[in-house]
Structure formats: structure tokens, C-alpha cells
């Protein structure tokens, strides 16, 4: 880590506050880590995603909330997601558009695609976020001319969340204009990875080195809850978001879906998620980091609570009501509507990019 705080800085105020506390050693020495630039081990990590309702935990999130204002800001960016097609190879366990799902499926033109791109960029968003299942439908000459009208009729960023591409594609993309590449490990833990992605966890660790490697805002991410699945295994996605340059870190809790090997299979839990969302701001300061709508479909309060965690991004979901029934990766996917969630991060008192006007 590079970050240096100035003596007056909020986060080593609350560091001084923590080590003058009678708290646990393990959180004292989590905060001298802090100060000294150094990131929490792998221990540290797994005790701090395991805090429940205490006043140690309430400690971490402040100390996340600290850190996250002194390296990127207390603003909260909003970005869009437009869904352009539920097609996809996979066949992942948990995931209700998987190959096999019954669901209808839909894929939208690349006119459609654009329009919806400008009535985005009119709300405010500041970036455009097309995600799909892995759809090879969508060639890669047909995904380098959306990035560039969209990038030429609205002015924003774009953001890819469409699966694994070669490294020639991945070029062709940044080259194109994408600025932005989310593509989740999910798991670093290859026996689970393998059970319930398929066999290619060596291609989508490696793809996601490949984005980094072409100066990509590169985003990882994993899913919280699953089978077979511990603290040690989460700390591990951390470790590894940090270890390999991962800028945009996307978490959130299993949901489990009707008609998937894994409907009966418990939800993740939103404490741990939110834990992690503060263990991944203090390894990695400047993150850039949505609180997730999967942790907003157990509880949009939850989804809320994690910008007190150390979040700094929410996506507003801006796919046309046509399709966006069918985008259904798993059950009760909350609807994080624009004008809505502007309004609730307003009447919080939080700061928004200034993009937005309602």
C-alpha cells in the first residue's frame, strides 16, 4: 500500500482512539497495520470477518469509513448497469440464467442497447455498465462498436461485466474506450470454484491477470456463502483482490434460486458481507466498491448500511422493464431504481457525484 496519512487525518485519529481502547489485541493490531501501511494477514482478516454485533465491529466499520474518506472520498458514485442479454454458456450452480435455466431469454439490439446507454447519461450515472451472461452471440467487433457510440453520444465511462474473453478481445475492448472489466473470482478456493462454476478456473484467474496487465480498472469479486465455503476461504479473495491489482472489488452474499441445484441451499450471510466489505477497504484503500444489490435483496436497509462499511459505489439497475424480469441470476432480485435510490442516499445527508440532478 502506498497511502500516507497526514497527522491530522481521520483515520489515524481513530487509530490513536483504538489503541488507547481496552479492545481486543487483534483489532489494536489491525489499526497499527493501518498506520504504518502495512495490510492486516491473512489471521487478522478471518478474526474481523467473524466479529458479530459488538462494539469491535462497530470499531471496524469506522475504522474502514476512516480509511475510505481519507483515500477516495466520501462521495458516492452511482453507476448504471444495463443487462443486454440473459444468454450464457455457463452452467453455474447458482445462478438462475445458467445454461440450463428455463427462464425466457431475451437479447437486446445494439440500438436498444445504445438508447438505453443516453437515458442514462441523461439521469446522471457516471458510467455505463453493460453485463451479460457469457454470450458469444455478441462478437467481439459488435461489443467494440457499443463501446465506442457509447462512449461518443453520452461521454462516460464504460464498464464490461460480460465473462471471460481472450487477450485479444480484452485489447480490442480497452482500445475501443472501455475504461472498466468486472469479472468475478467468485472463489480463489478451486475445489469449490470447480464445483459449482465448472472447469475453468485456471482461464478466469488468468483472464483477470490479462486485465490488469492492460491497465483495465480491473474488478474481481466473490460470492459469499458457498457450499462448503469458510472465513479462511473469504480471506483468501481479499488476499488475492490485493495481491493481484484489483481495483473495483464486487461482494455480496449467495442467493439462493428457485430451479438451480442450490435452491434449498441457505442465503450468505449479510454480516459477513459487510465485515468483508470493511476488511477489503482496509487492505485495499483506494477500492473502488459497490455495496451490492444481493445484499440489498436480503434487505435494502442492508445495501444501505454498506456505505458505513467502507463502500463507495451503488449500481442502479437500468435495463427496460421488457427484459429485466428475465435477468433473473437469482430470486427477489431487488430493483435498485435511480430516482428512488437518489432520493434515500439524499435524505441520508450523503454526497453524490455531480452528475446527478433529480
Known amino acids: 500500500m502506498c497511502t500516507r496519512y497526514s497527522q491530522d487525518s481521520l483515520t489515524l485519529k481513530k487509530i490513536e482512539e483504538i489503541l488507547r481502547s481496552d479492545l481486543s489485541d487483534e483489532i489494536k493490531s489491525v489499526a497499527s497495520k493501518v498506520a504504518e501501511n502495512r495490510p492486516p494477514s491473512k489471521e487478522e482478516i478471518v478474526y474481523l470477518l467473524g466479529l458479530k454485533d459488538s462494539e469491535e465491529r462497530q470499531v471496524l466499520f469506522d475504522l474502514a469509513s476512516c480509511v475510505r474518506h481519507d483515500n477516495v472520498g466520501d462521495t458516492i458514485f452511482i453507476k448504471g448497469i444495463i443487462e443486454f442479454s440473459n444468454y450464457c454458456k455457463r452452467d453455474c450452480l447458482y445462478c ?46 459488435m461489443v467494440v462498436d457499443l463501446i465506442k457510440e457509447i462512449r461518443e453520444k453520452t461521454h462516460r465511462s464504460v464498464s464490461l461485466s460480460i465473462g471471460e474473453r481472450t487477450s485479444e478481445e480484452l485489447k480490442a475492448f480497452k482500445d475501443a474506450g472501455a475504461s472498466k472489466y468486472l469479472l468475478k473470482e467468485e472463489t480463489v478456493n478451486r475445489k469449490i470454484f470447480e464445483k459449482v462454476h465448472g472447469s475453468d478456473y485456471d482461464e478466469r484467474i488468468s483472464t483477470i491477470k490479462t486485465l490488469v496487465s492492460l491497465n483495465y480498472i480491473a474488478g474481481g469479486g466473490n460470492i459469499i456463502g458457498l457450499p462448503g465455503q469458510t472465513l479462511e476461504d473469504i480471506a483468501d479473495d481479499l488476499i488475492f483482490m490485493r495481491e493481484n491489482g484489483i481495483k ?111
Do not use: H, W
Open 248 to 358: 473495483m472489488a464486487g461482494i455480496g452474499p449467495f442467493i439462493p434460486t428457485k430451479d438451480t441445484p442450490l435452491e434449498n441451499y441457505p442465503a450468505g450471510s449479510a454480516d459477513i458481507t459487510l465485515n468483508a466489505y470493511a476488511c477489503t477497504r482496509i487492505s485495499i484503500p483506494r477500492i473502488q466498491m459497490p455495496s451490492t444489490t444481493a445484499l440489498g435483496t436480503i434487505d435494502k436497509n442492508l445495501q444501505y448500511k454498506g456505505f458505513e462499511a467502507g463502500c463507495n459505489v451503488i449500481m442502479v439497475n437500468l435495463t427496460p422493464d421488457l427484459y429485466r424480469k428475465n435477468y433473473r441470476i437469482y430470486d427477489n432480485k431487488r430493483k435498485v431504481e435511480f430516482y428512488e435510490t437518489v432520493k434515500d442516499l439524499l435524505d441520508m445527508k450523503k454526497k453524490l457525484t455531480s452528475l446527478i440532478r433529480i
Open 96 to 141: 438462475g440464467i445458467r445454461a440450463s435455466s428455463k427462464v425466457q431469454r431475451y437479447r437486446m439490439s445494439p440500438y436498444e442497447i445504445v438508447s438505453t446507454a443516453i437515458e442514462a447519461a441523461d439521469y446522471g450515472v457516471d458510467t455505463i455498465i453493460l453485463q451479460s451472461g457469457e454470450d458469444p452471440f455478441y462478437t467481439a467487433e
